[in-house]
């Protein structure tokens, strides 16, 4: 009937990309139309809590708030840790994208979950969506949403392997026809790359810096590749000095910050070499023609495309649009039928 095409066309019905770093949403018919980070502020007050900010808002009071006030990041390696914080977050997003709903209609909501989450874990991540206001919660794994939103062939007899770098996991596949041949989740992601930064600053400079801190430090400057000079730009850190304590300022160049993220993309290349190993010859045969493509805010760290070259001897390219691709598959999976199939209800 036309008036059920009207409804759909004009519905609310949305597809969410629920990172540990950032939250992606996109609404049928409107493609992206946010994307915020994944924090909440908790203001406690005569034993009763209340969400004083969220998303921006909330990310600026990360390590500055006073007691009464608490930034919590619900999710974790890619899965909720505090389902009521989580809750708060959804039901805010929706409510900032659709206002005050003008259907009387609850919205269908398509939700990508970690390859390698566990039912419990995306039980927790349905309920959350569940009690935010959904109608209806389908799942989409995380691998398959980054290869449809990178426009690769997951409908066709040919085998292709996504390597979707997110803030809490790194999700490695090879699909093919709809589905996923071959499937690891690693976690290690942006949040591991933020913690191996502060992490060799307190060791070689005796700085304590924080979480946001150190994040911009690998936005800025970060690489996965050591310089060709050995040393390449450098940047000026301030953070309390754990000597004196007292606020201090150190200058950290580029090859320091390939040696601190070693670890965190030498696990990566593992995930993808353990893929590889465990993909069927024919895959293979076709991954060295289609090679890999990288999607997540990771892949825009420098370099980290040339180490996997290197390591595979494959070609790897990073996808157009590497941190709403995985947003831009899900809401594709929602909207085109051709890719239904991918959805589950658990």
Known sequence: MWFQRFFKIMSHDMAIDLGTANTVVYVRGRGVVLNEPSVVAIETLNGIQRVKAVGEDAKVMMG?????????????????????????????????????RRFPRWPEIVICVPSGSTKVERRAIRDAASNAGASQVFLIEEPMAAAIGADMPVTEPIGSMVVDIGGGTTEVAVLSLRGLAYTTSVRTGGDKMDEAISSYVRRNHNLLIGEATAERIKKEVGVALMPADGKGQTIHIKGRDLVNGVPKEISINQGQLAEALSEPVGTIVEGVRIALENTAPELAADIVDQ?????????????????LRRETGLPVTVAEDPLTCVALGTGRALEEEVFRGVLSTG
């Not at 909720?80 to 929706?94: L, S």
């Open 64 to 100: 500055k708030t006073p007691d009464a006030i608490e930034a919590i990041r619900p999710l974790r390696d890619g899965v909720i840790a505090d389902i009521d914080v989580a809750e708060q977050m959804i039901k805010h997003f929706i409510q900032k994208v659709h206002g005050p």
């Open 291 to 307: 090679g890999i493509v990288l999607t997540g805010g990771g892949a825009l760290l420098e370099g980290i495309d040339e180490v």
